[in-house]
């Protein structure tokens, strides 16, 4: 969690918050996905992928103003 919150300030001086936090959000989103499926093998109904598909944009999308 430190290393993340580090990383997250150092990438704030070259990219602008309004990208930055949505990419940040989305990003832990779409990894916790990734290992769901290579790692532990999970396999998303299409309902599934579609709820995570429109999460993933939701967040994108309530971040950029």
Same mark, same amino acid.
């Given at each position: ?5 580090? $990383? ?5 001086? =070259?990219?602008?918050?309004?990208? !930055?936090?949505? &990419?940040?959000?989305?990003? /832990? @989103? #779409? ?6 499926? $290579? ?5 998303? =109904?299409?309902?599934?992928?579609? !709820?995570?598909? &429109?999460?993933?944009?939701? /967040? @994108? #999308?309530?971040?950029?103003?």
């Amino acid at each position: 969690n430190q290393l993340s919150t580090r $990383f997250f300030l150092q990438g704030l001086e =070259t990219v602008p918050a309004p990208v !930055a936090y949505p &990419l940040t959000a989305s990003s /832990i @989103v #779409l990894l916790s996905i990734l290992s769901d499926i $290579f790692i532990w093998r999970k396999m998303f =109904t299409p309902k599934q992928r579609l !709820a995570l598909l &429109l999460l993933i944009a939701g /967040i @994108v #999308l309530i971040n950029l103003r």
